[in-house]
């Protein structure tokens, strides 16, 4: 690389000097003005804007011969027609064209171009009928960044407060809705903070955009409370939910008409406590769907599937012409047909020339134990198909409540009392409900 001053006394009047000049990084390879891009997707076409640019370059010489290490060159181009490749990412390109006296050009590409002096403008994708606008403004890099006033981003949203020193609160809450990406305080979510220094409204925080980095959440020995509720949902000191706040909360909410569904393991519940009925079980139902094997299959009872209510049967006519059979489903207690038989029907299935149909089969309630059940179904004749077993089933639920006169009573999902424990401990048995040989039921 050769020595070389430039502005100096006796320099001559020599363009790739000049050129050096504005060759900073910081100050080339970007739109200045225009250069918008307007896409014609039916011909394809883009109209690319009359506007500025600057180029930046490795190298160009000077009159003398001098090799000039990076330099820019000011590009003005009037506004042109820029015919597109169809189905294709087109790559639209400034050439500032330093062979010719001013003559750069705008280019469509389908890659990006290795030419030193050009500049990607945008892209302009005929296979989706998009366009991407690029390299508008400048790229500054510096060791360091002295703001004499605010920071500003480009929607309005001020980054930095220069009179107040501080980045405003309303900034981190509209999260990466506006110029401040809630991403950006992904790194501090760690800092050490002295909490004495700092003063914080609860309608200054919105962590709605921000998500968390971890799956725990740890109060480190503090009580959790609802302000507006006026109760303690977590004692710390004792470690549980105070039941003589379950009350209030429930009042707060005005939630007395829907039953909660719980899981109860080794759990004791003062219920004088509870407004509203308590349910053990599992309500949601749940269906078995089978395709792959629709005429003969197992599936499991569980505690989501306590009770079998229908077995629905896709059944389909491919031939020209309409048909009738004899259709049959079995419900076995077991892994075949050997097991025992649970219930079973047979319905006569009359399917038009190349339709189908979809019918209930078993429309009772049927209890099922834990264990293995079959379903197996056969029909008189060969031309009908069967595609799809649909096995319905639901969970058991009970719910536990108390009457106007201090009675309790046990309730199946179908609303159905099983027994009720009055005031002096007295059962009166409701549907045929038995207790077990040996087990006495009383009231505390």
Known sequence: MADNVFPQTGDANDAAQFAQLIGQNNLSNFVEKGLRLTPDYSVPEVSVGSGVCFIHTGTSSSSSGTTIEETGYAVQTSSRIVSLSTSSVNYIYVHANLSEQNAPTVEAHTSHQSDDAALHIGTVDTSNDTSTELNRYPTLEGESLTVQKDITATDGT????????????????????????????????????????????????????????????????????????????????????????????????????????????????????????????????????????????????????????????????????????????????????????????????????????????????????????????????????????????????????????????VRNQYGNDSFWVNPDGDVEMKQGFVLPVGTDMYAE
């Not at 769907?289 to 009770?307: L, Q, V, Y």
């Not at 629905?312 to 009738?324: K, L, M, P, R, Y």
């Not at 060969?382 to 319905?392: A, F, G, K, R």
């Open 158 to 409: 001020t980054i930095w407060d220069s009179s107040n020193e501080y980045v405003p609160q309303s900034s981190i809450q509209q999260g990466h809705n506006s110029g401040l990406d809630a991403d950006l305080l992904d790194g501090v979510e760690r800092a050490d903070i002295s909490w004495s220094d700092i003063s914080i409204s609860q309608s200054d925080i919105d962590l709605s955009n921000v998500g968390a980095a971890d799956t725990d959440f740890d109060i480190n020995g503090y009580d959790i409370s609802d302000g507006s509720a006026g109760v303690t949902i977590w004692d710390s000191s004792n470690q549980y939910i105070p039941s003589q706040q379950v009350e209030g909360l429930v009042g707060h909410y005005g939630d007395t008409t829907n039953p909660h569904e719980v899981t109860l393991e080794q759990a004791r519940i003062q219920n004088d406590r509870i407004d509203g009925p308590l349910i053990h079980g599992h309500d949601p139902a749940e269906t078995i769907t089978e395709t792959s094997s629709p005429k003969s299959f197992n599936f499991d009872a569980s505690t989501e599937r306590d009770i079998h209510q229908s077995t629905d049967v896709t059944i389909s006519n491919s031939s020209d012409s309409s048909v009738t059979e004899d259709i049959t489903v079995e419900l076995y207690d077991g892994s075949d047909t050997s097991g025992t038989l649970v219930t079973s029907q047979t319905q006569s299935i009359s399917v038009s020339a190349g339709g189908s149909t979809t019918t209930a089969f078993i429309v009772s309630d049927q209890l099922l134990d834990s264990g293995t059940y079959h379903i197996n179904i056969t029909q008189s004749g060969s031309t009908l198909s069967v595609d799809q077993t649909d096995e319905n089933t639901r969970g058991a639920t009970y719910t536990l409540g108390q009457t106007s006169t201090g009675q309790f009573y």
